[in-house]
């Protein structure tokens, strides 16, 4: 981050001073981002090395927020996220499942290329509430909404006035942006979250608005033509 933004930034975090921010994290870049693949809750895919350079930069620009807990998502490619960020924000980091990533059912371990020959779009299925989606044993949108809606009460009445990083997966923020912003979903479709990014959502006498989706260091954008 240059000077001028970060001076901005940081008087941005001043300012809003008295309100607090719940701040989703995806994790960083996985074997299962480069190779295409679903791999939902299948466990043993971590970090690549990027992915790792990924969660050490996003966990210094953290750092301004004064987060006060970190709550994770037990898969491992989160929970590494986590303990990179926990560590240099000097805190430690709670499992809860109900952050944890999406139930494939039986597109678990399928590359994409291969869902989308045999079933078509069925991201946009899944965000559409499509039956084929359950009938494969793919947790419902509904559900990750659920879930997730449960840990942000649980955050709201625990941790008053003070900021809380949610480590998780892409669906699970887009749940949240959904509630928040009411999307349809082809909007959800289209809606990337980037790995070791920020969505960022601030809490004012009571009522959840977004402030930022996809916060990162500015280097990180293609700034190419």
């Known amino acids: 981050m240059t000077k001028v933004w970060q001076c901005y930034y940081y008087l941005y975090l001043k300012m809003e001073n008295a309100l607090r921010f719940i701040i989703f994290l995806r994790h960083g870049q996985a074997i299962n981002n480069t190779e295409?693949?679903?791999?939902?809750?299948?466990p043993g895919v971590s970090l690549t090395p990027k992915g790792v350079e990924q969660a050490e930069q996003i966990a210094k620009f953290l750092?301004?927020?004064?987060?006060?807990?970190i709550y994770s998502s037990p898969?491992?490619?989160?929970?590494?996220?986590?303990?990179i960020v926990a560590k240099h924000n000097s805190l430690e980091y709670k499992i809860d499942e109900r952050?944890?990533?999406?139930?494939m059912g039986k597109f678990t371990g399928m590359e994409y290329d291969a869902i989308?020959?045999?079933?078509?779009n069925v991201f946009f299925k899944f965000y559409d509430g499509e039956l084929e989606i359950a009938h494969n044993g793919v947790e419902t949108f509904v559900q990750v909404k659920n879930r997730v809606l449960s840990i942000v009460d649980h955050i709201l009445k625990e941790h008053n006035d003070e900021n809380v990083l949610l480590v998780t997966h892409m669906d699970p923020i887009k749940?949240?942006?959904?509630?928040?912003?009411?999307?349809?979903?082809?909007?959800?479709f289209e809606l990337i979250i980037?790995?070791?990014?920020?969505?960022?959502?601030?809490?004012?006498?009571?009522?959840?608005?977004?402030?930022?989706i996809n916060v990162m260091d500015a280097e990180r954008f293609d700034l190419t033509i």
Not at 63 to 69: E, G
């Open 36 to 42: 295409r693949l679903l791999a939902g809750r299948t």
């Open 63 to 69: 750092k301004p927020f004064n987060i006060s807990a």
């Open 75 to 83: 898969i491992e490619r989160a929970e590494k996220t986590a303990a």
């Open 99 to 103: 952050l944890i990533e999406l139930d």
């Open 116 to 120: 989308f020959e045999k079933h078509g």
């Open 175 to 188: 749940a949240m942006i959904s509630t928040i912003m009411n999307l349809d979903a082809n909007s959800m």
């Open 194 to 212: 980037e790995n070791a990014s920020l969505t960022v959502f601030k809490e004012h006498q009571g009522k959840l608005s977004l402030s930022a």
